[in-house]
């Protein structure tokens, strides 16, 4: 029997993923390329929605595709790709743009944050299609699963709905697309504003730990985590965020229950289990760093990996594709 599908993208909008990347959404593309036909790629057409230097998105990119591999990605079993190098996702989201309401697309969350951020008018028509690109990205893949983090919620619901639409309109062509969230780490927050999540876009340096963080400076950066009035190490999302959030990442990282870690560190105070969340993220991420600087140091090899990637996806997004201009009373 065929495998179900599971698909996912990641932008390459800073010089490294952070602590929220990669256990809302990273870890979870690791463990399922065990169970499903596995596609991830680096989301470099939703980057230039922001204008970004081309050499800087350049190196992004492969900096994104040499930490996918280093956290676990096997090219024998996924497909990792750079989404720009298949053709298939741009043309696919001109069809979906041209049945998406104005309405619809203004109701995304994201870019009304966004778009209010750049100030009226200012931001790019690109930003405000961002989310149609990115249901050409699932759809094109006949996607089963969606391994994403909580922000990605109402992205996903259009995706669903452009399917539906679709199908309905011109035929069954698409199937429709779940997310894959994980209650735990669907929203990992930022250590200095624990109401906020962890953002590459948002989060000031000190509130945001990434991957390829040097090791003394992430120490230095957990235990200033903002904590919460009191001392006792528990659990308590409205009133002790902060903890809260640590507790998360503690577990997640170390498979410790956060139960356990509640009895473990009962009367320790917050000096001694910072210590330790500071010990078990250094554990994590100090090979995925040493991995990634070892693909980035043979350009060629990593590119041509991404290349066999991109062969792979495109199998498949080429027969969507057929389909899918056919339906639409395209000429062949
Ligand atoms: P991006 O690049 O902003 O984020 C990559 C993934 O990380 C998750 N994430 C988080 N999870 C938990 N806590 C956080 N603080 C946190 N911050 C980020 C995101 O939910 C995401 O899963 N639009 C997407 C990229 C994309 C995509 C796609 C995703 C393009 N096409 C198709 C899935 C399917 C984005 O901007 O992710």
Redesign the pocket.
Known sequence: MARPRV?????P?ADS?????Y????RQYVALQDTHEAFY?I?DL?ALTVAPKPEELRRRTRVAAAQLFAAGLDPERAAVFV?SQVREHSELAWYLICQTGMGEAGRMT?FKDKAAKYGEGAASVGLFT??I??AA??LIYQTDQ???????KQ??EL?RDLAQRFNSRYGPTFKLPNPYILKE??????LQDPSA????SSSSPQGIIDVLEEPGRLRKKIMRAVTDTGSEVVADEANKPGVTNLLRIHSALSGVSIADLEARFAGQGYGAFKKEVAEVVVDTFAPIRERTEKLLADEAELDRMLAAGADRARAVARETMAQVRDRLGLLP
């Open positions: 698909l996912s993208g990641i932008q909008t993923f952070h602590l929220g990347n256990l809302g959404a990273v790629f989301a939703h989404q994201q961002y989310p690109l990115q990205d699932i969606v391994p994403v983090g909580g922000d990605q992205h996903l995706s780490v669907e929203k990992i927050t930022d999540k962890m953002s590459k």
